[in-house]
């Protein structure tokens, strides 16, 4: 009865506002009783709301061992979701592994889960999961789903389209598996998906996000059939549906950048005191940025078949790093305000926190793959953190890096710059300013790579990536197929085939309805080149 009279006392504070007070309750509660599960999961979310990161952090850590002492199975998924999205993936997968997977408890919720397993490379994991689910229960759409994707991520292509074919038997509506089947593997026969596509969209709303899908699903299977028309009506209509459904706010991204190049220049990126905690011998990662669909996976996949390199994927440990380094929960790309905070920083605690994350990765190799695009907003902050690290930035074509992101259709409010004309030129005008900023910031450390030459010249540009990477050139580098390590991007059926120059011009299929971002590209160019500092 106690305890029940403290936990209403602490939800009276919360009511009120008082979530200080609200927070001392609780803790006094799992301080007497550490098992108290959902006491550790409120905590954890009110330290979230009050943005002390670590904090929250670290209830959400407790939180999984009060499941694990209490077996409290309906309770996994939650907590498990808890810790992905701190990037706490050690102990995410630490906690999956060790639930009853026996439990009927545990198998419902083996959809989710086993997505959570595969996006953290934990693939056999994921499949083995997927399987003991489907013994012991009807065949769901979810987890079949979550079965296509593991099984394309890992390069089983022909299971995996089998596997998509059985999600859409079960639930011909199903939108995600329409949508990564249309881009997994082309149809057959041109077209032929075509009509049940148009019949799933009969089963949503016009403005709903599964309409954005599917139209998206359309374009591609028209596109692959050489009607254009079709597919670029399609393409319009889907973006337009994503574009209502997030927020983009191009003037706080401006804002964002202006701090980024005041507070982060050759001078601070570059600090002559010495560095206590990189030591020789030390991990060194390597970042590959740039814009999203430009190329960078091709680069990753050439360079994780070099002997002294691993490959890690597309990671969020270092922008985890930054929240645990500042105790607040920053965006990325950072804010303004965010980018404030991080010039103050503790960037040597940010580069221990970083290794920490990533060290079991390197699998014994003295150099780590970090792709995430993303990472480009937070070079300077990277450089600082960690000495010993180089940053690849893909850059391409205006038109071709801008089309590419047109057509491309990103989970949730990722890159919600890339659904209208105006927005995409302005994020590619800052792209670039941001670029040659760290260019010059940092010229011995942050190398531009064309996408063009990468697919045109591979062993050339393979040398000259490696050789500022301060390693031998391998042939093995060129034969991207020959990698079969799995991909969790979008880019994970098309890097399963040999190095080619298909993407080079592929906007000029579209030349027509593409015409004004043209011409908006090549304002937001003019605009850049006439910034104060731009170079000439």
Known sequence: MELEAERARARAFEA??????????????????????????????????????????????????????????????????????????????????????????????????????????????ALRLIDMASSSTRPAPALLYSKALALAHSGHADQAEAAFEAC??????????????????????????????????????????????????????????????????????????????????????????????????RETIMPTAPTPHVHAGEPRPLFIVGMPRTGTTVLERMLGRHTAIASAGELNAFAAALCIGTDAFLPMPPTAEAVERLRVADHHAIGRDYLRRTRALYRGHPVLVDKNPLNVFAAGCAARALPGARFLCLVRDPMDACFSNYKALFAGSTYAYSYVFDELAAHHGRFRTLVEHWTHAMPERFLQIPYESLVSEPAAMARHVLAFCGLPYEAACIDIAGNRAPVSTASSAQVRHPIHRAGIGAWRRYAQPLAPLATLLA?????????????A
């Open 168 to 265: 859409l038997a079960v639930d011909p509506d199903h939108p995600d598996a329409h949508w990564s089947l249309a881009h997994h593997r082309r149809s057959p026969a041109p077209l032929a998906r075509v009509d049940r596509i148009r019949r799933a969209r009969a089963a949503f709303g016009p403005a709903a996000i599964e309409q954005a899908y599917l139209c998206n699903a359309l374009f591609k299977e028209f596109d692959d059939a050489g009607d254009t028309g079709a597919a670029w009506e399609a393409l319009v209509e889907g973006n337009a549906i994503k574009r209502a459904l997030v927020r983009h706010d191009d003037g706080a991204a401006m804002r964002a950048l202006d701090a980024t190049i005041e507070h982060f220049g």
């Open 523 to 535: 304002g937001a160019a003019a605009h850049a080149a006439q910034r104060p500092g731009a170079p």
């Open 16 to 125: 009120a506002g008082d979530l200080g007070a609200a927070a001392r309750v609780y803790r006094v509660l799992v301080e007497s009783d550490p098992s108290q599960l959902d006491i550790w999961l409120r905590l954890s979310a009110l330290e979230q709301v009050r943005g002390r990161y670590r904090e929250a952090v670290a209830c959400a850590r407790s939180a999984a061992t009060a499941l694990l002492a209490t077996a409290r199975w309906p309770k996994l998924l939650q907590v498990s979701r808890r810790l992905l999205g701190f990037d706490e993936i050690d102990a995410m997968q630490a906690l999956l592994r060790g639930a009853d997977w026996n439990h009927m408890d545990v198998l419902a919720q083996a959809a989710a889960l086993s997505q959570q397993l595969w996006l953290t490379h934990a693939f056999d994991d």
